[in-house]
């Protein structure tokens, strides 16, 4: 059973950087993103890495502020997340599943969850 634990999500102003980890066990060779959860919103893709980390996609509303990335040796997934706004504030979900699946961006097709960490900016 794949297990995902995020950590890194704090306070911080408008403007700040900010790095969320997401540690992995008990799988092999998985895909992995992020989704978040604005309060009183649904659940959206933010990022997802392939199993090589060759490559990545993004959602809109990153413009080119975020990089996901991986350490496989640490079976760590990395968001580096920059320019931080307001509306950036929420939960975010580290998930893990086949690319093709994060991809789709719809949360019911995620096969593994974190259970969050929460990112709060502000302003």
């Known amino acids: 059973q794949v297990r995902l634990v995020e950590s890194g999500g704090r306070l911080v102003q408008v403007g700040d950087s900010l790095r969320l980890s997401c540690a992995e066990s008990g799988g092999t060779n998985i895909a992995m993103g992020w989704f978040r959860q604005a309060p009183g919103k649904e659940r959206e893709f933010v990022a997802a890495i392939s199993i090589s980390g060759g490559s990545t996609k993004f959602a809109d509303f990153v413009k080119g502020r975020f990089i996901i990335s991986r350490d496989d040796a640490k079976k760590t997934v990395y968001l580096q997340m920059g320019s931080l706004q307001p509306e950036d504030t929420g939960v975010y979900y580290c998930?893990?599943?086949?690319?093709?699946?994060?991809?789709?961006?719809?949360?019911?097709?995620?096969?593994?969850w974190g259970k969050g960490t929460l990112v709060t900016v502000s302003s």
């Open positions: 998930v893990a599943g086949p690319y093709a699946q994060l991809l789709i961006g719809n949360p019911k097709d995620i096969d593994y």
